[in-house]
């Protein structure tokens, strides 16, 4: 890579990035940025998050207490993009057959057809899923990892833009489930919204004050648009110390003395994705350690499994991260 940060052969790079495809994957950006925006106030670190969930082709946890705009940050991205959209809105009595769909037999024909459930979508919304049974979450682990679902045997393909959004309130625990770490694990992101500071508070209020901010989104790319943007972000150069980084940060965490269980390798492809993608917002085609370490903590932090006398001792994986970006030597570029 030269002084400039441009892809130059020898360094791992497969092809060399073109400024106007960065500028055109800028402009997209901006688009849906500036779209969400419009019913999200103040909240644009928690909105390019989501969007690097969205374009390092990974799936975002959104948890928070009610009433932050969990939801209708997940709607407002949906409606950015004119792309196919399905709310499950996870409840105890929820099956796996609810989200995948299910085989039916057809006595006109007197034959077996298969009936697709709302996993079939671009943009999926898991409204609260803490609140169904393991069983059902597992529903979508292979559609999450491998963009199939399997029913009575047979494989069926998702969407080349299949995107999930989950979101869970940590406070009330009543009636819910701890997600499982096989679960967990297939978020790329968690993300907190956070409440808004009083001004940006006072500028939804009067937003809302006649009609809600989501009737005036319209799309503004297609799902091809967004499949282009994600082959991009997957170009963006990694140097080699910047892979081994990465690695080093995952392997610290699985020798830490509070942790149990520590970063999976998955953990370290899906940081290695996002800094792809965090690169292409901030309109680079290279990643720089601030990458990494911008989003160390909603990449990694949820992949932990402290041990039982680090948890009682209040010990957070959040604080555990932060000490191993302080302890592990960073590249010098």
Known sequence: MNDSGAVTAGD???REIKPQELDAAQSQINKITGNIGKAIFGKRDVIELVLVGLLADGHVLLEDVPGVGKTMLARALAKSVSADFHRIQFTPDLLPADVTGSTTFNQQTQEFSFRRGPIFANIILADEINRTSPRTQSALL????????????????????FFVIATQNPIEHQGTYDLPEAQLDRFMLRVEIGYPDIEFETAILEAQREAHPLKEIE???AP????????????????????????????????????????????????????????LLQHRDYVVPDDIQA???????????????ARLAGIEPQAVLQSLIGSVPVPVQ
């Open 12 to 14: 791992g790079a497969a």
């Open 142 to 161: 292979e559609g999450m990892e491998e963009r199939q679902v399997t029913v009575d045997g047979k494989t069926y393909e998702l969407p080349d833009l």
């Open 219 to 221: 799309p503004v790319c």
């Open 224 to 279: 091809e648009d967004i499949v282009t943007i994600k082959r991009l972000a997957r170009r963006i150069n990694v140097k080699e110390s910047l892979r081994r980084y990465v690695a080093e940060l995952s392997a610290a965490s699985r020798e830490h003395t509070d942790v149990q269980v520590g970063v999976s390798v998955r953990g370290s492809q899906r940081l290695m994705y996002a800094a792809q993608a965090y690169a």
């Open 295 to 309: 989003l160390a903590l909603p990449c990694l932090a949820h992949r932990l499994v402290l041990r039982p006398e």
